[in-house]
């Protein structure tokens, strides 16, 4: 373990002996099932899923060692399709999401990475979702129904990994990845189609770092948020905002960690969520699925 990685490891015990995560008497999902394990080559550094409106998919994506471009999944981890976004240059993907639109489901895919924290603006690319058909292999989307958003941190550059839309109000939630406590930062963007342009701003500290990803339930009842080594739920009233809601403690759900799981989805009808991980240094990657009980 060379000096970096101690230093990580410190770092992780001594904010997790800080915050006394809550717990709860009986667990509220069962433990992690592998469904399939990831083999394409294509699919070697995923840092992004969400479940595809034809249920028995799922959208993903690359990070930094990839173009413009997302894939679908079955169940089983087997690669269907992958679609390429035309004309569209990215530097480093680290989640997707869905917002909806007028009644129709768009797709955004995050290009928000920025280990340095160097980047003056990040980007998303907002797309309506695709409708896969059986026998499609490689699909191109077209530049003319890409909608490109540009956003700039109201405190200076961040290195982030996670985002969400509120289905509810459709506000556009994104999360730090290495400020020592992870931030949300906010947005109005999606509630006015015309806006390309927004500033991030921060409205809650969170008592951890290191967050790779997030999702919100369909219903807006819901927030998990993955960091490197654990998974956090909290459950939403209807009435609390975001910050409300995640201004309390998390409950901290059971997880055995993957080689370096970056993504997480919860499930469209309510039967609990999907973890995908990378593949370093050759190890082996599954889609996993923690069942509502």
Known sequence: MNHLSKVIVFYFLFLQLQVGYSQVNAPLFNPQKALGEIIDKQLSELSGIIRANQSSYFWVHNDSGDDARIYLINKKGKLMCSYQLESIDVKDCEDIARVMIN???????????????????????????????????????????????????????????????????????????????????????????????????????????FVTSADISPSGDAVLIKNLTQIFYWKRKRSESIEETLSKKPISIPYEVEPQGEAIAFGLEGEGFYTVSERPFGLKSYLYFFEKR
Do not use: C, M
């Open 103 to 209: 009644g129709k489901s768009f797709l955004i895919l995050a290009d928000i990475g920025d280990n340095r924290a160097h980047r003056k603006h990040v980007k998303l690319y907002i797309f309506p979702e695709p409708v896969y058909e059986d026998g499609d292999l490689s699909i191109v989307i077209p530049k003319r129904e890409i909608r490109t958003i540009t956003l700039q941190y109201k405190d200076g550059p961040r290195d982030a990994e996670a985002l969400f839309v509120d289905p509810i109000d459709r506000q556009l939630y994104i999360v730090s990845k290495r400020d020592f406590q992870s931030t949300v930062y906010k947005s109005n963007v999606f509630n006015d189609i015309k806006k390309n342009f927004s500033i991030l701003t921060p409205v809650q500290k969170l008592p951890f770092t």
